[in-house]
């Protein structure tokens, strides 16, 4: 097992005024799309940065709730030509049968040559949920007339190069 491992951060800056609020006051919950694209190019320019990294990293961490979903599909093809796990926060998004649920997802992606640092053409993608929501979330949730739906499970990853590791999204 490796004694250290090195890991890329990519910190999207937006303005959570700008990006969330309503016409007339209030907050919405989903990022307007102008910003959603700043983000976007934001992610991008942080990937060419670590492509060009003399030293690879095999895993990518992208925190909050930054990733549109529409850029998923993309951001899984970065992952497997990088050969690097990519961790990236999601933006909040309806249940699928339950629209007044609320899930606070990741994407996590696997490139199927990972560890190795090679090119890979597909990926495992899991999509863990946040369990705890804050007081603040709560709160925002119950004055939009919807409600957090809490993912209960657990993901635990074995790997011989760097150990074992977990997965949780962090109630703020």
């Given at each position: 097992?490796?004694?250290?491992l090195?890991?890329?951060?990519?910190?999207?800056?937006?303005?959570?005024?700008?990006?969330?609020?309503?016409?007339?006051?209030?907050?919405?919950?989903?990022?307007?799309?102008?910003?959603?694209?700043?983000?976007?190019?934001?992610?991008?320019?942080?990937?060419?940065?670590?492509?060009?990294?003399?030293?690879?990293l095999?895993?990518?961490?992208?925190?909050?709730?930054?990733?549109?979903?529409?850029?998923l599909?993309?951001?899984?093809?970065?992952?497997?030509?990088?050969?690097?796990?990519?961790?990236a926060?999601?933006?909040?998004?309806?249940?699928?049968?339950h629209?007044?649920?609320?899930?606070?997802?990741?994407?996590?992606?696997?490139?199927?040559?990972?560890?190795?640092?090679?090119?890979?053409?597909?990926?495992l993608?899991?999509?863990?949920?946040?369990?705890?929501?804050?007081?603040?979330?709560?709160?925002?949730?119950?004055?939009?007339?919807?409600?957090?739906?809490?993912?209960?499970?657990?993901?635990?990853?074995?790997?011989?190069?760097?150990?074992?590791?977990?997965?949780?999204?962090?109630?703020d």
């Open positions: 097992m490796k004694d250290y090195n890991i890329g951060l990519i910190q999207p800056v937006q303005d959570s005024d700008i990006a969330c609020s309503k016409a007339g006051g209030g907050y919405n919950l989903f990022v307007n799309p102008l910003i959603q694209e700043k983000v976007w190019q934001q992610i991008l320019h942080g990937l060419r940065e670590f492509s060009h990294n003399e030293t690879h095999p895993i990518i961490l992208i925190p909050e709730l930054h990733l549109p979903h529409h850029y599909d993309i951001l899984k093809k970065l992952a497997c030509s990088l050969g690097a796990i990519i961790i926060g999601l933006d909040f998004e309806n249940h699928f049968l629209h007044n649920l609320i899930r606070n997802r990741a994407a996590l992606i696997i490139p199927f040559n990972w560890p190795k640092n090679i090119t890979s053409r597909k990926a993608v899991l999509k863990p949920g946040k369990t705890f929501f804050s007081y603040e979330e709560r709160k925002m949730f119950s004055s939009l007339s919807v409600r957090e739906f809490s993912d209960f499970n657990v993901y635990l990853f074995k790997s011989e190069n760097f150990g074992n590791f977990g997965f949780i999204i962090c109630s």
